[in-house]
Nanobody, 121 residues
């Protein structure tokens, strides 16, 4: 299984970014897909997840309303749209895959390499 995250970069506070994660080596439509992030000196934290058919999702409470997680099963890709970015959103963002259909379960089977998002003030 390979999960290739992309789309990170440098953005000013208040700006937007869309991260993508392309998956291979798995039956994508049978996996819940999630996003996590890790800032320097902090533990990895849950960001968002979307069910295998895209009909349900879950978000960290602090990010609801700013971040949107979606997927395109035809492209084996999951997305994270991030709006109104803040300096505290600066982190490495990782995508992850978990066989099954519950976005509320935080245990994941496969992880990508991460993409760096830096938000300047």
């Amino acid at each position: 299984v390979q999960l290739q995250a992309s789309g990170g970069g440098l953005v000013q506070a208040g700006g937007s970014l869309r991260l993508s994660c392309a998956a291979s080596g798995l039956t994508f439509s049978r996996y819940t897909m999630g996003w996590f992030r890790q800032s320097p000196g902090k533990e990895r934290e849950f960001v968002a997840a979307v069910s295998w058919n895209g009909e349900s999702s879950d978000y960290a409470d602090s990010l609801k309303g700013r971040f949107t997680c979606s997927r395109d099963n035809a492209r084996n890709t999951v997305y994270l749209q991030m709006n109104s970015l803040k300096p505290e959103d600066t982190a490495i963002y990782y995508c992850a895959a978990r066989r099954g259909n519950s976005p509320k379960i935080r245990r994941y089977d496969h992880w990508g390499q991460g993409t760096l998002v830096t938000v300047s003030s």
